[in-house]
C-alpha cells in the first residue's frame, strides 16, 4: 500500500514537472507573439473606436446643418416645420451626391455594409474591399444626414473592416489571424457606436465570425472594451434610450404573451426583410427596364423619401426619437401602427435606392413599434395579469432586430446595454427566441445571409457549402504534362460527350459533375470562342478535390475549436 502511494506521488511530481516544463516552453516561445497580437488588437480597437466616433459626430453635424436645428434627439418634431420643398430638397440632392460617390469608386454602384464584412470573413482571409469600403462610408454619411432611413451600424462595421484589412495586409496576416482582427475591429466599431461593449464583443462572434474560438474571445474582447472607452470619453456612460422605472414582468401568467409577442415579431421582421428585397427587385426592374443611370438612382430614393416626409416626418434619419417614444409608451395605438408600417416603407425605399446604411436601427424602430402595439392590446384585454406597454415595447425592440440580425444573443445584450434595464430579462429572451426561430426558417437565417444569397454567395449553411468556391480548378488540376495525368486520349473523349469544365471555374462548379458522370476524373478546358477549338488544360481528379476539401474543413474545425 504504501509502495502504491510512493509510486502515485512520484508519478504526479513528474507529470507537474513536465507540465510546468510545457507551460514555460509556451510562455517563452509564444508569449511575445501573442502579447503582440493583443497590442494590435488594442491598437486596432482604439482605432476603430476613434472611426466610430468620427462618423456619429460627422453625422451629428452634416443632419444639424441641412435641418437647422441643434437638437438632434427631436429632429422629425423640428423638420416637421421646416418648408415642405426643404424635406424634399436635401435627400434629393443627399441622394445625387450619393450616386456620384458610388458610380465613380465602386464597380456596380453598391453600398458596401455588414454582409460584405460576413464574406470577407468567409471568403477573403478576413479581408474587404477598401476603396469601395470608403466609398460607402462616406456615401452613407450623405444619406444618414440627408434623411435617408436607415441605421449607421452597418458604415461602421465595414469602415472597421477597411482599417483591420489595412493591418492585416501591412502584416501580412493569414486566413485565421486575418479573421481574427477583423472581429476585433468589428467589435470595437460596434461597442462604440452603441456603448455597448459586452453585445460588441459577441456581435463580432455571433455574426461576422460566426463561431466562439477561444483563441479569439480575448483580442475581441480587449478591441471591443477600447472601443467603448474612446465613446465614453466623448459621451460618458450613458445608454441610448431612457426606460421609465415600471418595466416589471407581473408575474410568470405573463410568459405566454412574449410567447405571442416572439411570433408577431417574427413576422414583423421576415415581413421587414422580404419588402426589402422585393423593392431591391423592382427597383433593379425599373433601372434595366428604362436605361436609368445608375447615379441618379439614390436621387429618385432621396426625392420619395422627401415626399413622404412631408407629412411622416418621422420616417427621417435613424429615428431614436420615435424609438424612445415608443420604449417610454408615448405613443398611441394608431400611431405605433401607422408609424410602423411607414418605417417599413422608408427603409425599403431606401435600400432599393443604394442609399447606404444599415438596417439595424430601423429594426429596432420596427419592433418597438410593434411590441408596443401589441402591448396595448394585451394590457387591456388581461389588465390584472398585465405589466407596463414599455416592457412589451422593449422586449419586441429585441425579438424583431434579433430575428433580422439572426443573432439573438448579440442583439439580446444590445437591448440591454442601449436601455439600461436587465430586469427584465425574462420576458426578451422568451420573445427574441421564438422570433429567431421563426425568422431563420422563412429566410437564409438572417437578412446579411439571405443577401449574400442573393448574390450567389453561400454562406448561410456554413463551411461545407461556401469552401468549395474557395479553389479554383486551375489550382487542384494535374496539367496533362503531368505523367500521373488522366490519358490525353480519354480526356478528349469526354469533352466531345460535353464531361468537362472550365479551368477558371471553382470545386463548386466541378463536384457536381463528378456526382452526375460518376467518373474519377474531368477534363479541363478553356474555350477560345466562338468555332475554335477548346483547349486541353489537364485533368481535375475527383480524389485531388476531395483532398483539398478535407483539408480545408479540418481546418475551419481547427480554427473554430481552438
Not at 417 to 439: F, H, K, N, R
Request: net charge negative; with cysteine.
Amino acid at each position: 500500500m504504501a509502495n502504491s502511494i510512493r509510486s502515485f506521488l512520484k508519478d504526479s511530481a513528474k507529470d507537474a514537472a513536465e507540465t510546468c516544463r510545457g507551460g514555460w516552453h509556451v510562455l517563452v516561445e509564444k508569449g511575445p507573439s501573442q502579447f503582440q497580437f493583443w497590442l494590435i488588437s488594442l491598437v486596432i480597437g482604439v482605432c476603430a473606436g476613434f472611426a466610430a466616433l468620427g462618423f456619429r459626430k460627422a453625422i451629428d453635424w452634416l443632419q444639424s446643418t441641412l435641418y437647422g436645428t441643434d437638437d438632434l434627439t427631436h429632429l422629425h418634431s423640428f423638420a416637421g416645420g421646416l418648408p415642405w420643398y426643404w424635406l424634399v430638397i436635401i435627400p434629393t440632392i443627399g441622394g445625387l451626391i450619393v450616386g456620384l460617390i458610388l458610380h465613380r469608386f465602386t464597380p456596380d454602384g453598391r453600398v458596401r455594409s455588414v454582409a460584405d464584412v460576413i464574406e470577407g470573413s468567409a471568403l477573403r482571409e478576413g479581408r474587404v474591399e477598401r476603396t469601395a469600403g470608403v466609398a460607402s462610408a462616406f456615401a452613407s454619411l450623405i444619406t444618414l444626414s440627408s434623411g435617408g432611413s436607415t441605421g449607421r451600424e452597418g458604415p461602421v462595421v465595414h469602415m472597421a473592416g477597411v482599417i483591420s484589412t489595412w493591418v492585416s495586409n501591412w502584416i501580412r496576416a493569414d486566413g485565421i489571424t486575418g479573421r481574427d482582427l477583423l472581429g476585433c475591429a468589428v467589435a470595437a466599431g460596434v461597442s462604440a457606436s452603441f456603448n455597448a461593449p459586452i453585445a460588441g464583443a459577441l456581435f463580432a462572434l455571433e455574426v461576422v465570425l460566426r463561431h466562439f474560438a477561444v483563441h479569439a474571445f480575448a483580442p475581441i474582447t480587449i478591441a471591443a472594451v477600447s472601443g467603448t472607452v474612446i465613446s465614453r470619453l466623448e459621451f460618458g456612460n450613458v445608454t441610448e434610450f431612457h426606460l421609465p422605472d415600471t418595466t416589471q414582468l407581473q408575474f410568470y401568467q405573463e410568459l405566454p404573451a412574449f410567447l405571442l409577442l416572439g411570433g408577431l415579431c417574427g413576422f414583423v421582421a421576415v415581413a421587414l426583410m422580404w419588402t426589402i428585397f422585393w423593392s431591391e427587385d423592382m427597383a433593379n426592374h425599373i433601372q434595366d427596364r428604362t436605361g436609368l443611370p445608375r447615379w441618379l438612382r439614390p436621387a429618385i430614393s432621396g426625392a420619395m423619401l422627401g415626399g413622404l416626409a412631408i407629412w411622416f416626418p418621422h420616417i427621417i434619419g435613424v429615428g431614436y426619437e420615435t424609438t424612445s417614444a415608443a420604449l417610454t409608451g408615448e405613443l398611441l395605438m394608431h400611431e405605433a401602427i401607422v408609424f410602423c408600417v411607414l418605417k417599413v416603407v422608408a427603409v425599403s425605399i431606401t435600400m432599393a435606392g443604394r442609399m447606404g446604411g444599415g438596417v439595424f436601427s430601423p429594426a429596432l424602430m420596427v419592433g418597438a413599434l410593434t411590441g408596443l402595439s401589441f402591448g396595448l392590446v394585451a394590457t387591456s384585454i388581461f389588465p390584472e395579469v398585465s405589466g407596463t406597454v414599455t416592457l412589451y415595447a422593449l422586449a419586441g425592440t429585441g425579438a424583431v432586430a434579433a430575428a433580422v440580425l439572426g443573432a439573438p444573443i448579440s442583439t439580446t445584450l444590445i437591448v440591454f446595454e442601449l436601455t439600461g434595464d436587465w430586469q427584465t430579462g425574462l420576458a426578451v429572451l422568451v420573445s427574441v427566441s421564438i422570433s429567431t426561430a421563426l425568422g431563420s426558417r422563412l429566410v437564409d437565417r438572417s437578412f446579411f445571409l439571405t443577401q449574400l444569397e442573393r448574390r450567389n454567395v453561400h454562406v448561410a449553411a456554413g463551411p461545407q457549402a461556401y469552401l468549395l468556391c474557395m479553389f479554383r480548378v486551375a489550382a487542384i488540376m494535374r496539367g496533362k504534362e503531368d505523367p500521373t495525368c488522366a490519358p490525353e486520349g480519354a480526356c478528349w473523349e469526354m469533352v466531345e460527350d460535353g464531361v468537362y469544365v472550365d479551368g477558371n471555374a471553382t470545386l463548386e462548379a466541378a463536384m457536381p459533375i463528378f456526382d452526375k458522370a460518376g467518373v474519377a476524373f474531368i477534363p479541363v478546358v478553356t474555350l477560345a470562342g466562338e468555332g475554335q477549338p477548346p483547349e486541353l488544360w489537364g485533368a481535375l481528379h475527383h480524389v485531388d478535390a476531395l483532398k483539398a476539401y478535407n483539408r480545408a474543413l479540418a481546418a475551419t474545425a481547427a480554427e473554430e475549436h481552438s
